[in-house]
């Protein structure tokens, strides 16, 4: 299962949308794990760092028309796509991790839900480990992200996603 994190650089918000499309295509393709097992996606980075304009760029990707907002007041934003349930969640707000059991957070993860977390440090030692975990930070003009994979459905999904970002990249 061992597979190297993959860096990207990304010049501009057009290319965190093709990241983020990206990872919409590795969801796509690993769908049947995903209703099996669940996928958790750990988003890291500071303020502005690209974070939730990753998760629209996936959502707009898996077709989500309406809007896409970011989660940072109300916890979690929920959306269907096909058999699976998406929960946008941001912690930047929790104060002690232990936030996150009282909200009944526990119950979105699991078959058939992909939880795509911003700032998952926040529930530390409450919230499921990442399958994948991105890490994105301000790079001069651009972003940097870091694709980190932790188990096997993260594997598979980060080969997808550097396959991918190839492939538009040529």
């Known amino acids: 299962m061992p597979i190297e ?11 965190t949308a093709r990241l983020g ?5 590795a969801i796509e393709a690993e769908a049947k794990a995903i209703g099996a097992h669940g996928l958790v996606v750990g988003l890291a980075g500071e303020l502005g ?4 304009s990753l998760v629209r760029a996936a959502l707009r990707a898996l077709g989500v028309t309406g809007p896409v ?3 940072t007041f109300t916890l979690v934003e929920p959306y269907i796509v096909s058999s699976l349930n998406f929960y946008h969640f941001d912690f930047y707000r929790l104060t002690d991790p232990e ?5 009944g957070f526990r119950e979105m993860f699991g078959p058939a839900a992909v939880c795509l ?5 926040k529930a530390a030692g409450h919230v499921p480990q990442a399958d994948l975990r991105i890490a994105l930070r301000v790079a001069g003009e651009g972003r940097h992200a870091g694709v980190t994979a932790a188990t096997e459905l993260g594997a598979a999904c980060l080969q997808r ?3 991918e970002m190839a492939r538009r990249a040529a």
């Open 49 to 52: 760092a690209g974070k939730t």
């Open 69 to 71: 907002r970011s989660p």
């Open 117 to 121: 977390i911003e700032w998952p440090e």
């Open 21 to 25: 499309t990206a990872l919409a295509r």
């Open 5 to 15: 994190p993959a860096e990207f650089a990304l010049a501009d918000e057009s290319a």
């Open 161 to 163: 996603i550097e396959t």
């Open 99 to 103: 936030e996150f059991s009282f909200a």
